[in-house]
């Protein structure tokens, strides 16, 4: 028998913020701004995607100060999210069976908190890539960092933003599968709430520490 969707919304659990959901969304346009742009830099079999942005000069002029944006707002990111991206024993027991996972049947796995494993290793991963990306993006920088730096330490660091950027576009694309496979976790990040049954099957130690905060103060933070 379908349920009513009053009945559901009336039971949505707050999971995010405006202010956080804001912060996602700049980060998500920039970084796929950001890929676009580097990937027309990148190769000449995608030099025509720099069309996108007024031609090649004005891309290579604008590339470096999306990811000055892309670093700030994931640091906004960074500091909501850090603690709740704790690895704990959990995790790990998670991580040891992903087969039950990709079944469904996380029945047979310890209660999660507020992410799962997969989710805590996007967010480290992510940290990670984005600090060597912003550091090596840095050094060939010449516009206004030319002088910090020899040809030889700009050729390793070309190469090394190359390698990164291909880690961080990754990490994207399994981002976005993970939450449209994982069906009514979009709605997280645009209307701010999950289902009752969604938090109680994924996320069941959360939704318990969310139930027991007072009325009117659960999702408030981060
Ligand atoms: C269009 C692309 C994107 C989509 C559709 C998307 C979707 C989502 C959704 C639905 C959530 C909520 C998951 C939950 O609460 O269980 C989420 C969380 C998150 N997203 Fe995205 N996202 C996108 C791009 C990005 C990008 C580019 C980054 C970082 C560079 C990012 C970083 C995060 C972080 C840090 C979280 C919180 C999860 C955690 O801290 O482990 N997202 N995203």
Redesign the pocket.
Known sequence: MAIDPQVVEKHAVS??TTGARIN?WI??????LLATSGLALFHPVLFWLTGLFGGGAATRAIHPWLGVI?FFS?AG??FR?VS??AWNKDDTEWMKNLGAVAKGEEDKLPELG??NAG??L??WG?SLL?LGLISSGVVIWDKYFDHLSGVDQKRVAQLAHSWLAVG?ITI?IV??YA??W?RG??????RGS?TAGWAFR??RKWLREEARKPVGTTGKAP
């Open positions: 999971r995010y996602h980060t998500a346009i920039t970084l796929v892309l994931f990111l960074f999210f709740l991206n507020k992410y989710q805590k996007v967010f992510m984005i961080a994207w981002h976005v939450a449209i994982v976790t979009i709605r997280a990040m645009t999950v994924h996320h």
